[in-house]
């Protein structure tokens, strides 16, 4: 069987074998073990693509060369190899692929427990074993790096829902807060910045192979890379918008006795926290050091003790709003029952008390809830770290606090678009995201959490407020700029002035569809690639 020159990876580093001598064992291993050396280099560029590291270039590299290895572990070796051998080749690129990417990308839950962290990186490895398949599949197709972007898009359309609700942490996307990708986001959303991403890399990868003799292919091949770069320059045209209603706004960051899970035993000290900080705030604005916010947000957490049910928990905070003289959302913990919990955003209004509230909509598996509880308290003891489940809200996310709408979401909801989406749709002018990240400070969560929250600035046209216990607070605003962010466990107040919105982006009015015809494209595109190679293998039998 003869191999298209278009499906010769940079991992081929020799002379492929030819169609009459099949390869020796010794030598389909090196070349196995050069594409999975190649995937795993790949799977480290992503990697390196999000924060601590954020050298956002490096997703492209990433995805030419997990594209590439995957390739050329998918094409024949021999006239004769059956096409299953083939696919566990492309399969193992994958998987090795995903752990470089993910066990470095999620390491910050090993403060959790080493346990979920690792169960967790070998399942987004697995999805990604399935992506490297389908990519070796399409090579077969004209125009193969479209595809191949569309299979990226359907990769992280399926593993945002399943399973137990999906997990996001390491979209192509989300390595690109504030990059010429970004503007994109307006326009399609998150899918339309990792299909450009993964093309981008993709119309790299097929330049350099163009170039036929080996020695200058990996030259011809970096070449193309910087030329493809030049794509996403059409996002730099796209406005960024920063006009709107002018609203002044503060955030109160009260810290936590120490970090980690312990906290959690010490909700008391956590709200006294709060509290301290808004006082300071008011007490400086009678002072004239500091202009009167007209909204005051307190992060997730900030009230573990029911504030609805406790007195004391309930006058502390009325005290300190009545001596703000403004409404201040506030996170708390509340109960729902004998056995279960809600994670609330509540509107505290002067004098009058709570009004509004969101409650969390997406809960976060073994975190929020146990899944099998039964199950699960008998492999391990870690059950206890979560005695009551959540019970997760409902409607879109707007609140209403006075003349102001917001969209809130709560910590990880920022990562889910629909979470996002709907309470902009609904007519939040405001972003807010109340976060606590106290479990995983000095780890890289909460920059990774804070990108997410700058890509989606730009992606909604909003000001984003991030509002976190021990940090990373933030305010952004609509065109993406931090103007304002605090450090980890130490207690501070942000106050700036953030423009309301009420246009919608394109992205808002499309909602789903974009990502819904990347994804079914790409995978119409790997179902005919599938029933070309079976033809292939068929005439080379």
């Known amino acids: 069987m003869t191999t298209d020159p278009v499906i010769e990876g940079l991992a081929n580093l020799g002379t492929l074998p030819t169609r009459h001598r099949p390869p020796s064992p010794s030598r389909g291993r090196l070349h196995t073990a050069i594409d999975v050396l190649t995937g795993m280099a790949g799977g480290l560029a992503l990697w390196a693509a999000f924060p601590p590291v954020a050298a956002w270039p490096l997703a492209i590299l990433g995805v030419l060369l997990v594209t590439a290895g995957g390739h050329h572990a998918f094409a024949a070796r021999g006239r004769f190899e059956p096409l299953p051998r083939r696919v566990g080749r492309a399969a193992l690129v994958g998987f090795a692929a995903g752990l470089a990417q993910f066990v470095p990308l999620l390491a910050w839950l090993r403060v959790v427990t080493p346990l979920a962290w690792l169960v967790l990186a070998v399942a987004e490895a697995a999805y990604i074993a399935v992506l490297v398949v389908g990519l070796g599949a399409v090579r077969v197709l004209p125009l193969w790096p479209l595809p191949a972007a569309m299979l990226w898009v359907a990769e992280e359309a399926v593993r945002a829902r399943l399973p137990l609700h999906g997990f996001t942490w390491g979209r192509l996307a989300f390595s690109q807060p504030d990059t010429p990708f970004t503007a994109l986001a307006a326009l399609g959303g998150a899918p339309l910045v990792t299909f450009a991403v993964a093309l981008t890399a993709g119309l790299a990868l097929a330049a350099g192979r163009a170039v036929r003799p080996p020695a200058p292919r990996l030259l011809a091949a970096a070449a193309a890379l910087v030329a493809a770069a030049a794509l996403p320059g059409i996002g730099m045209l796209l406005p960024r918008p920063s006009d709107g209603t002018p609203l002044r706004v503060a955030v109160v960051q009260g810290n936590v006795p120490q970090p980690g899970t312990h906290f959690l035993g010490r909700a008391q000290q956590v709200l006294a926290n709060h509290v301290q900080e808004s006082k300071r705030l008011a007490a400086q604005v009678t002072d004239g050091r500091r202009p009167a916010p007209q909204l005051v947000f307190w992060p997730e957490n900030?009230?573990?003790?029911?504030?609805?049910?406790?007195?004391?928990?309930?006058?502390?905070?009325?005290?300190?709003?009545?001596?703000?003289?403004?409404?201040?959302?506030?996170?708390?913990?509340?109960?729902?029952?004998?056995?279960?919990?809600?994670?609330?955003?509540?509107?505290?209004?002067?004098?009058?008390?709570?009004?509004?509230?969101?409650?969390?909509?997406?809960?976060?598996?073994?975190?929020?809830?146990?899944?099998?509880?039964?199950?699960?308290?008998?492999?391990?003891?870690?059950?206890?770290?979560?005695?009551?489940?959540?019970?997760?809200?409902?409607?879109?996310?707007?609140?209403?606090?006075?003349?102001?709408?917001?969209?809130?979401?709560?910590?990880?909801?920022?990562?889910?678009?629909?979470?996002?989406?709907?309470?902009?749709?609904?007519?939040?002018?405001?972003?807010?995201?109340?976060?606590?990240n106290a479990t995983y400070m000095g780890t890289a969560e909460p920059a990774q959490q804070l990108a997410i929250s700058q890509f989606r600035a730009i992606e909604h046209g909003r000001a984003v407020v991030v509002a976190s216990t021990s940090g990373i607070s933030a305010i952004i605003m609509p065109d993406g700029r931090i103007v304002d962010r605090s450090r980890q466990l130490t207690p501070a107040i942000l106050d700036r002035v953030v423009p309301l919105r009420g246009s919608l982006t394109l992205a808002d009015r499309l909602g789903a569809i974009p990502e819904w015809i990347l994804a079914s494209v790409g995978i119409l595109a790997f179902g005919v690639a599938t029933v070309v190679e079976r033809r292939r293998n068929r005439r080379g039998a």
């Not at 900030?302 to 309930?314: E, G, I, K, M, Q």
């Not at 976060?364 to 997760?392: A, C, N």
Request: with cysteine; hydrophobic share 40%; glycine share 10%.
């Open 302 to 436: 900030a009230s573990d003790v029911d504030p609805l049910r406790t007195p004391s928990a309930r006058a502390e905070i009325q005290d300190v709003v009545d001596s703000l003289g403004v409404p201040v959302l506030v996170g708390a913990v509340v109960d729902d029952g004998p056995n279960h919990l809600r994670n609330e955003g509540i509107v505290w209004l002067p004098r009058t008390g709570p009004a509004e509230s969101y409650a969390k909509r997406h809960l976060v598996p073994f975190g929020e809830y146990m899944p099998w509880r039964g199950l699960v308290s008998h492999l391990t003891s870690l059950t206890s770290l979560v005695p009551k489940d959540f019970v997760s809200g409902r409607g879109d996310g707007m609140l209403k606090v006075g003349d102001t709408r917001i969209a809130e979401v709560i910590c990880f909801e920022i990562a889910f678009d629909d979470m996002v989406r709907t309470g902009v749709a609904a007519g939040g002018q405001l972003i807010v995201v109340q976060t606590n």
